[in-house]
């Protein structure tokens, strides 16, 4: 399972949106800023909203340089672009239809014969290093906002 100081998996994925649909890559958005990056399930899993919410609130000024901010939720592309619209997110919504980078990133895990996704949210640095790790522990669990900031301000 991935940790602080691993490399951070790379990706292009999908943005859904109803102008097309414009592709990211982790390398890119992290060669010229930090990233946030948050992992999220369907629209109306326990906790995907919140997480969602409490990543555009992050307090985003008080960081001492830029720092982007990408969603990730594993669902289909037409239920992204909708919850990215219901959201009107201050940062892109990515779609990951099959999970892959779920997987990669250890928030999609098989419990059961069952696939289970956990919230997560990961910091990635210019080097694209893993700087922060929080995968959520049940859905009740809320993102330790503090934390996040002072890692980003460590950057």
């Known amino acids: 399972m991935l940790g602080e ?13 109803g102008e097309g649909t414009p592709t990211y890559r982790l390398s890119a958005a992290a060669s010229d800023s930090p990233v946030t990056l948050a992992f999220v399930g369907l629209a109306d899993a326990p906790g995907t909203l919140a997480l969602l919410r409490e990543l555009g609130e992050l307090g985003w000024s008080s960081m001492p340089g830029p720092v982007a901010a990408l969603g990730v939720c594993v669902d289909e592309m037409d239920a992204v672009a909708s919850l990215a619209d219901s959201l009107d997110l201050p940062y892109p919504l990515l779609a990951d239809p099959d999970g892959f980078f779920a997987q990669r990133y250890g928030v999609l895990e098989e419990q059961g014969g069952q696939l289970y996704l956990r919230r997560g949210l990961f910091v990635v640095d210019q080097s694209c290093r893993l700087r922060f790790v929080w995968r959520a522990n049940d859905p009740e669990e809320s993102l330790p906002v503090e934390d996040v900031a ?4 460590s950057l």
Do not use: G, I, V, Y
């Not at 100081?5 to 949106?17: E, G, H, I, W, Y």
């Not at 002072?150 to 301000?153: C, E, M």
């Open 5 to 17: 100081d691993d490399p951070a998996p790379d990706f292009d994925l999908p943005r859904p949106t």
């Open 150 to 153: 002072a890692t980003l301000r």
